[in-house]
């Protein structure tokens, strides 16, 4: 009885065991996975510090590591950065009907404004970056540490806009600083927040430009205190309640250090093979004094001979010369190396030949897939960019500028003129003519707007239509002044298209299928 009571426990557990998720079972496969459910705010600050120096001397070293930081700042910020294009107005009743009317003069004084504040290097306190040489460098310090913080600066003071930001590293935020407030609130690795994980403050090591170029970085105990308005912390939050931001090395920084640590050793095992072509040994049972070619010997007492190019070694008697084999460079080490670099492509959101800058073997579907998908992952991030970063700093500096006379625009009124939108990098078709012909088909069906398909040419509608009018009055008071005719224009190229193709039909048509025109008689 005991037994069958054993044998139907014993049953029901299996059976319980085989329903389970594979990942939470314990067993001899997963005996060294961690499954300890654990804050994620105490894994970064157990290894906060461990992976910003990885990650920087990952940067500063290998090769692959460099491309990856610098695709995703060109994937960003890009040649021309972000520009402002402010659509400040208001709802009027017109002729039209009620429609919202743009002020022109308006945006126009606060896009050139903005312009000027970052050209001119206004827009950090170093004032030796332009806002776009400034929004790669903050990208990349993201990609790298994981975040960085920037810190709003008002005043005359600082430039005639009134306004200038102060970007800090990640180091000067302690993730070490964990204590518990007397009013209630925490710190946690070095972010004041409340209860409810607000954030309140942000507490930084004081230190000077000395003791950062002569000790790396100051171990002080000294902190000062900033509220969180007037920080932007530049990082990508990947969960709730996520405090610091982590390395975007994180998952692929394994990988890298171990193919740069076999491919140093894979250079290494080459070049000593092809440096010492030969090994010279006594032959078997020869009675042969030791070898007198000798130059010297090392530490084992084993006989060196120095040879210069072209030249060629004669043994002494006794003593043979063997070739020195060696099966590097390994014919299997492209195939270990495209394997880690398309984990790296995987775990940093990148096409596999961007990071590899390898294109063999890809055919146009692939890559041009592998390129749609990462740009929609820079197309998210710009977003990003633009609410995170982009979007508080134009409030405050449009609030500054307006109050230092910069731009002359009522202050009360700031809500109303603040709407800013950015215009980001944009990517050209590998097939410029293709993507042209299925933009005019969206057009004329009605599934898309000129308006979007501008946008993603990183134009604005309006400026556009201004520009062409602009451009056709141009054109036509030069034609007029000068006697010529200029047929670029995209109605004149249709009609030269459709009177060819007329042309062409009534030759044909003239033609006897012998190639012969036939020529008709008239009567006469």
Known sequence: MFKKLFTKIRAKKEGKQA???????????????????????????????????RGRELFQNDPYARKVVRSFKKGIVGPNGFILRNKAGEWQNTDAGFRFVYDKPANAMINDAWARWGKDKHCTLEGDETFRHYCGTLAQSVFIDGEVFIKKLS?????????????????????????????????VMGVEVTPYWQ?????????????????GYNWTSNYTRVPAEDIIHLYIKETVHQLRGVTMFAPVGIRLKMLYGFEEAALVRT??????????????????????????EDSDGNKITELEQGQI??????????????????????????????????????????????YSGMNFTVSRTAKNDEEDGYEDLQS??????????????????????????????????????????????????VQIDADIKELRSGLSTLEDKLAKRGKDLEEHFEQLVLEAQMKK?????????????????????????????????????NGKHLIHNNGN
């Not at 507490?203 to 000077?208: A, G, I, L, T």
């Not at 670029?488 to 033609?511: F, I, M, P, R």
């Open 19 to 53: 329903r389970a998720y594979n990942m939470a079972k314990q067993n001899r496969l997963t005996n060294d996975w961690i499954a300890l459910a654990r804050s994620f705010n105490y894994d970064i600050s157990a290894g906060g510090a461990a992976m910003l120096g």
């Open 155 to 187: 005043g005359k003071k600082y430039n005639k806009f009134g306004f200038t930001t102060q970007p800090i590293t990640s180091e000067y935020c302690d993730w070490r600083l964990n204590k518990k407030l007397d009013n209630g609130n925490s710190i």
């Open 199 to 215: 954030k309140v403050a942000y507490w930084f090591r004081k230190s000077d430009p000395y003791n950062e170029s002569q000790y």
């Open 271 to 296: 070049r000593a093979t092809a440096n010492v072509p030969w090994i010279v040994q006594r032959q078997k049972d020869a009675l042969a004094p030791p070898n007198p070619n000798s130059d010297s």
């Open 313 to 358: 070694y004669m043994p002494a008697d006794g003593y043979e010369v063997k070739s020195m084999e060696s099966e590097y460079p390994h014919p299997v080490h492209q195939a270990f190396t495209d394997v880690n670099l398309h984990g790296v492509a995987a775990g940093t959101d990148m096409a596999y030949a961007t990071i590899s800058a390898n």
């Open 384 to 433: 990003w960019f633009a609410e995170t970063l982009l979007d508080p700093v134009n409030t405050t500096w449009l609030q500054m500028a307006i109050l230092s006379g910069q731009v002359k625009l009522p202050p009360q009124k700031l809500e109303k003129f603040n709407k800013p939108k950015w215009v980001g990098r944009t990517w050209k078709s590998v097939q410029p003519e």
């Open 477 to 513: 008071d030069f034609e007029e002044k000068h006697g010529v005719q200029f047929d670029w224009d995209l109605s004149a190229a249709e009609k030269k298209t459709t009177q060819d193709e007329k042309d062409t039909k009534e030759t044909n048509a003239g033609n006897n299928g």
